[in-house]
């Protein structure tokens, strides 16, 4: 049997890394684990409930999360969260390019035997979720 | 029968605006490595094409890239000398008009005349294709003012001019990955149904088409994803083999790095479905892609598939919207947060009948948040009381001209009339396009090429 103690949470970043695209007032956002062994974790974890959490103040119609195995990668789609996209938003980042960055806050729970597949500094605990 | 030998092509620009100084070393490197070679530049977004419209209405011999000549001024030259051929959409809404800014380009340099083909077909704002439009748009189409409408077409045309003897193809709205494909499939000479081949050639050309998005450039993370010499990025090279698989490389001596983690963010950047990346010439499915190191700066993407291409081709219309007004102010030190929130309620109350305020306080919500204020409601962003450099930034849109520009002449007023301390106003007012998409049968859109004598 596992205990707590065996576990820790660090924020998605530290496991997986991507970038944001946008086409109209779509945006899809790709997370690529760091190592294929932290893969399953973040297919376990970071799913679509979870994500659509992250993005609730966005209010998307629809989160579809698309798995690339070979590439221990998923592609998350989030529908109507640029407020309106590039040609009718008013915020600055029209693009939703720093959206990435919002995902990769999401927490991660990690077996201590997979902590050192981790990257970036250590001390940094998770921020929690956010609206 | 010796196999062809390996297509090397380069990306010189991924988006209007780009770097003027990346191609001089692809160049090099394509001479260097004596392989067939093509340099790209995509140099056109989704809005770019409008724009261009607008700027040819003032001007009916400009509507192209306005830095085709710094884009091709340090290349042009050597590329013609050396046998690589250059390929780009950098026509834009008058692709012959740039066909003939080359010429006199190559003039200029001292070159004899090259052969020039101008892609034509993209643009279906006429007559021609209005009653098509329509019925597919639907009333959203009537009243609207009209800037541009462009088929993205695909590699075909680009490849029979190529296969012509072009030594440049100067294109308006095609896919980007069509700058890619087109001269795969002239070099290769494919069957234009060979969905696989056409597939990885997509591919391909889908990581070279946003220039240093694969090279390091919007990647850099100090401290968790570092890049070498970001400040002088080396700029892509698709060593394209006869099966269509690629290697991604840069030139030597430049910036930047080539490793699984940065093809892999670009190999889906703007991507939904991966088992389905649709383009004018497949279907592309990267389900089962591997992308793997095969030396320093060096990936090989391999296991795409393809997939019949569809009956139809995106068409994108633009149309005026109106007007987008934005001003900003800052306030530091202390109760900045509070004394910038108060000026928004201000401006709130002075705006209300124009519409919707969006405020973003820079430095404490910007970006994240969204236009209904959901994120500032939250109890962990209600406010940012220790905040010491504020900067309040406020935007709205509006039909009437006179009507945005009340937004300026408020945030303005503020300096007197609003909240202490309050300094460093700047606005800005533009005019905004929007963009409806439809699908047309590929047989209304007749894509070919012309030989610029």
């Not at chain 1, 600055?92 to 077996?111: T, Y």
């Not at chain 2, 408020?410 to 699908?439: D, F, H, I, K």
Request: overall charge negative; hydrophobic content about 45%; some cysteine.
């Amino acid at each position: 049997m596992t205990s707590t103690m065996d576990f820790i949470t660090v924020p998605l970043w530290r496991a997986a890394h991507g970038r944001t695209g946008d086409k109209g007032n779509r945006s899809n956002i790709s997370v690529i684990a760091w190592n294929a062994r932290l893969y399953p974790l973040i297919v376990e974890q970071i799913h679509e409930a979870a994500i659509a959490r992250q993005f609730r103040h966005r209010q998307p119609t629809r989160v579809t999360r698309h798995l690339l195995p070979n590439l221990h990668a998923m592609n998350v789609v989030l529908d109507d969260v640029l407020d309106g996209g590039v040609n009718d938003a008013l915020n600055l980042d029209s693009h939703g390019k720093a959206l990435s960055f919002l995902l990769l806050e999401l927490p991660l729970r990690v077996p201590m035997a997979l902590a050192p597949l981790l990257r970036g500094p250590e001390s940094t605990t998770p921020e929690g979720d956010t609206p | 029968m010796t196999s062809p030998q390996a297509l090397h092509v380069g990306c010189a620009a991924g988006f209007s605006g780009d770097r003027t100084d990346a191609a001089a070393p692809v160049v090099d490197a394509l001479i260097t490595s004596g392989q067939p070679a093509v340099l790209i530049f995509e140099t056109l977004a989704e809005r770019t094409l409008a724009l261009a419209q607008l700027a040819r209405r003032q001007d009916a011999a400009a509507g192209y890239e306005p830095l085709l000549d710094d884009l091709l001024r340090p290349v042009l030259a050597r590329c013609l000398q050396h046998g690589v051929r250059i390929v780009g959409n950098f026509g834009a809404a008058n692709p012959r008009g740039a066909a003939l800014r080359i010429q006199a380009l190559a003039r200029e340099l001292g070159q004899a005349a090259p052969r020039i083909a101008v892609i034509h077909g993209d643009d279906v704002s006429g007559a021609d294709h209005h009653a098509a439009l329509r019925d597919r748009l639907g009333p959203a189409l009537d009243a609207r003012p009209v800037v541009s409408a462009n088929a993205y077409l695909g590699a075909d045309a680009i490849a029979g001019a190529l296969r012509a003897g072009a030594q440049i193809v100067v294109a308006g709205r095609v896919a980007d990955p069509s700058l890619t494909v087109g001269p795969a499939l002239a070099h290769y000479g494919w069957a234009t149904d060979d969905w696989d081949r056409l597939a990885r050639a997509t591919m391909a050309g889908h990581l070279l088409e946003c220039g240093a998005q694969v090279t390091g450039g919007y990647y850099a993370d100090p401290g968790l994803k570092d890049v070498p010499g970001l400040a002088r990025l080396g700029y892509p090279i698709a060593e394209i083999d006869a099966d269509g698989h690629c290697i991604i490389g840069k030139p030597p001596a430049t910036g930047g790095v080539v490793n699984e983690h940065t093809v892999k963010e670009q190999l889906l950047y703007e991507v939904h479905d991966p088992s389905a990346y649709l383009t004018p010439d497949v279907v592309a499915d990267i389900s089962d892609a591997r992308v793997d190191e095969v030396a320093p700066d060096r990936v090989r993407l391999t296991g795409v598939r393809g997939h019949p291409r569809t009956d139809t081709l995106k068409v994108n219309v633009c149309f005026e919207t109106g007007w987008l007004a934005e001003g900003e102010i800052s306030y530091a030190g202390a109760r900045a947060d509070a004394r910038a929130r108060l000026a928004a309620a201000v401006l709130r109350e002075r705006l209300r009948d124009v519409g919707p305020l969006r405020a973003d306080l820079i430095g404490v919500a910007s970006v994240f948040a969204d236009d209904a204020g959901r994120w500032w409601q939250h109890p962990d962003h209600a406010g940012a009381a220790d905040a010491r450099d504020v900067r309040l930034r406020v935007a709205l849109r509006h039909a009437d001209r006179a009507q945005a520009e009340r937004l300026a002449r408020e945030v303005v007023a503020l300096y007197t009339c609003g909240p202490a301390g309050g300094g460093g106003v700047r606005t800005a007012l533009r005019p905004t396009l929007g963009t409806l998409s439809c699908l047309l049968p590929r047989a209304q859109v007749a894509a070919r090429f012309e030989l610029l004598d």
